[in-house]
């Protein structure tokens, strides 16, 4: 097998990302308002797992696709004398979509990793470590900060004037909240939605999820109990009262969070909200499409199918 053949095999491997991408990109942004409602009805770490998922799920689709179908269907029914013909248009520009779209969430997922350690770095050179609940913090000399900062080995970061307005039992719900951030690795999260190429923007699914993420670390550091509920709903309102903070780093996930207002009226008086996310429907389902997929057959009809839009 030449060059050709292979140079052949990354164009069409690209083209196909991009069509697989936007297609699902502008299926979700079209049923986003659906999905939404649905997460509503579950418990807010399920929640944010599922809109997490929809969220990357363009680009993750469209990798599937390319090393599940593509490139095999390319492998076994290609022939290698096909590699002297030219590619079409659309493949062209398809391939030009794809090129781009990876490079601009390479270099914003890269920015964003550089800046956000740059403003860890600088955090620890002038902080001071200390123990609250059990969780080694870094007291920082700025100005309304209570932050996860940090992707593999993320540290919580307050300032002196959240110290001095919150309670011992309120800072330790404070921290309790972002040690639960830490603990559903969140800011791993918005780094791999950054990293995760889309043409369709999907922002009610990454609001929603920003909400639900606020919500799960809301319950895990509560755990149910009404008195380390009511210590979380007062710091945030404390917290609030100092006014704007520092701008903090694109990978760092405040206390505040979204949606303020609902938070605290949801720690005062609860949430009555249940259901979990269906695991076992959602595996079968995979299983039966994983069953159908992998067929000579199916591979046969995807290689006939991307001939004909991308040749």
């Avoid at 690795?185 to 889309?198: C, G, I, S």
């Avoid at 006014?243 to 720690?267: F, H, N, S, Y």
Wanted: charged content about 20%; overall charge positive; hydrophobic content about 55%.
């Amino acid at each position: 097998m030449n060059t050709a053949y292979f140079l052949r095999l990354a164009g069409f491997s690209l083209a196909s990302f991009f069509a697989v991408n936007v297609l699902t990109g502008l299926l979700l942004a079209l049923l986003s308002p659906k999905a939404i409602r649905f997460a509503e009805g579950m418990k807010a770490k399920s929640a944010a797992r599922l809109l997490f998922a929809l969220k990357i799920a363009p680009a993750a689709i469209g990798v599937f696709a390319v090393f599940a179908l593509c490139i095999p269907s390319y492998l076994w029914l290609e022939p290698e004398s096909a590699a002297s013909e030219e590619l079409g248009i659309f493949c062209l520009l398809s391939m030009g979509g794809a090129v781009a779209l990876w490079l601009w969430a390479i270099w914003q997922s890269c920015f964003a990793i550089v800046k956000s350690e740059r403003y860890l770095e600088s955090c620890a050179a002038i902080g001071k470590k200390r123990s609250i609940a059990g969780e080694n913090v870094l007291v920082v000399r700025t100005e309304r900060t209570t932050v996860l900062a940090g992707l593999l080995r993320p540290v919580i970061l307050i300032s002196p004037d959240v110290l001095a307005v919150l309670s011992r039992e309120q800072l330790e719900a404070a921290v309790r909240h972002e040690r639960s951030h830490a603990a559903a690795r969140d800011n791993l999260k918005r780094l791999a939605m950054l990293l995760a190429p889309e043409l369709v923007p999907l922002r009610r699914i990454d609001q929603a999820w920003r909400r639900y993420s606020e919500w799960a670390a809301d319950d895990c550091a509560v755990a149910g109990n009404r008195r380390r509920s009511m210590a979380l709903a007062e710091a945030l309102v404390r917290v609030a009262r100092l006014g704007g903070g520092p701008q903090m780093a694109p990978l760092a996930t405040p206390l505040l969070g979204e949606d303020l207002a609902a938070r605290v009226d949801r720690l005062i008086h609860g949430d009555t909200r249940r259901r979990s996310l269906p695991w076992k429907p959602i595996v079968l389902s995979l299983a039966i499409c994983a069953a159908i997929l992998f067929r000579p057959s199916t591979l046969d009809m995807v290689h006939r199918v991307l001939e004909k839009l991308i040749d």
